[in-house]
């Protein structure tokens, strides 16, 4: 059920919600992740290309297709709907079909749902996002580089861990300094009838 999914959702700072990834949906970023990285080989990659905020080593969205009807993004969505339920003390009934996976009209990038490769020297300076609700996925464990959040609240995520807070809370990521990569995904979520940023 989902209640049992979602029964061991911690708050780690105010408005930031943690989460442990299920297994089976870390199989299919897994899966996402093999996509990707074709995507980043290929002699094409710039076409693909994110150009955000930073100096990321390479970032792009997941393809459609694998976002389209995938476990990971009801789970997503799912956890939008329980960040709604802790915050606006309402109830998931009530919450139902409320939030729901940012898109890009008309571009190539489909669903708000975009992974990041960080290599050494790599940086993502102070920065928001788009939607209402915005969330990282640790794909790697990200000790030597951690999440800053513009309350000076930082968080070292570790593989398997999502976190969910408003899309106007700016964070950023310093520096890397590893020769080992670190790689994070990235998404927005809106809410119905709330106001999109």
Known sequence: ????????????????LKHKMPSLIYEELENCKRHTDKIKN????????????????????????LVEGSFLQSYLIYFGEHYRCKYEKISLKETRR???????KNHFDGYDLWINYVEKNSFNPLHAHGG?????????????SPT?????????????EVLIFPSAL????????????RISFAFNLDIEGIVKI
């Open 170 to 181: 700016r964070h950023k990521v310093e520096k890397h300094k590893s020769e080992k990569t």
């Open 1 to 16: 059920m989902i209640s049992d999914i979602f029964k061991d959702i911690t708050e780690i700072d105010k408005y930031i």
């Open 132 to 144: 209402n609700l915005s969330g990282i996925i640790y794909y790697t464990d990200c000790e030597d």
């Open 98 to 104: 409320t939030v729901l996976m940012r898109k890009n």
């Open 148 to 160: 800053i959040f513009e309350n000076n609240f930082s968080y070292h995520g570790k593989k398997g």
């Open 42 to 65: 290929h002699k094409l990659s710039f076409l693909l290309e994110h150009f955000n905020s930073g100096e990321n080593s390479f970032q792009t969205s997941v393809p459609f297709n």
